[in-house]
């Protein structure tokens, strides 16, 4: 018996491959198969919200991209995207209401509320991704009592540390002090909010006198790298 929770897809033959992929349990595994594999997955994600989201659909008709387009790993970033600051003013739902089980939000730092909503299968599966790469680096021990060592700034109370705040939630996670749930939003929380503090940082730079270079976080890799050639040699 697998020591993790058996999941279904809520059509197996709609999203048989989102299915293979996601119970796949090696996180890391990379290859021919998987790309194929991953391709197959994400069509039959692309059709499933197209068939039941009517602002995914209009999405897509709009830009004239759909699953059938997506032939290769290079095509992905072809994927008409949404920017996330759109769910902090619209509910958008592929699902119907009565079957949402959980309902995530930003921390509002920003002021508006970004909203995802969940049915069972996609946040069990979500929590499964998270267990599959505790156990592949041996995290993945519920049923032994251990200590850990954990190298990192002091998790002291109040700390603006980015990565203070992950290891403290994480490791009160290990230990059984936090459920996952509470896990997973006290984290979401300190990340919005330390990136927040992050920006409010860099802006500061900039009044004072500071140069900075703003890339689009959107544009292609290759386009990113050459921009930030182009910077250091000028």
Not at 4 to 18: C, G, M, N, R, T
Not at 47 to 55: A, I, M
Not at 122 to 145: A, L
Not at 171 to 178: A, C, P, R
């Amino acid at each position: 018996m697998s020591k993790f929770e058996e999941l279904k897809v809520p059509d197996p033959h709609a999203l048989k491959s989102v299915q293979a992929l996601c119970d796949h349990s090696h996180p890391y595994q990379t290859g021919d198969d998987m790309d194929a594999l991953f391709l197959d997955a994400m069509r039959e994600s692309m059709v499933w919200h197209y068939e039941r989201c009517d602002f995914y659909k209009k999405l897509l008709d709009r830009e004239g991209f759909h699953a059938d387009d997506l032939k290769t790993i290079a095509d992905l970033p072809k994927i008409p995207f949404i920017h996330a600051n759109f769910f902090k003013t619209h509910q958008i739902r592929s699902i119907p209401e009565d079957k949402i089980v959980s309902t995530m939000t930003s921390s509002g730092t920003m002021g508006q509320k970004s909203q995802m909503f969940f049915d069972d299968w996609s946040i069990k599966s979500s929590r499964r991704m998270v267990d599959f790469v505790y156990d592949h680096f041996g995290w993945f021990t519920p049923e032994t009592e251990a200590n850990y060592l954990v190298s990192n700034y002091e998790p002291e109370e109040g700390s603006t540390r980015g990565t203070t705040n992950t290891s403290k939630f994480l490791t009160k996670y290990v230990i059984g002090e936090l459920t996952y749930d509470e896990m997973f939003t006290q984290l979401e929380i300190a990340i919005h909010q330390f990136a927040k503090r992050q920006m409010t940082w860099f802006r500061k730079m900039e009044r004072s006198g500071f140069e900075i270079h703003w890339l689009d976080g959107f544009m292609p890799l290759e386009e990113k790298v050459k921009k930030v050639q182009e910077l250091w040699n000028a």
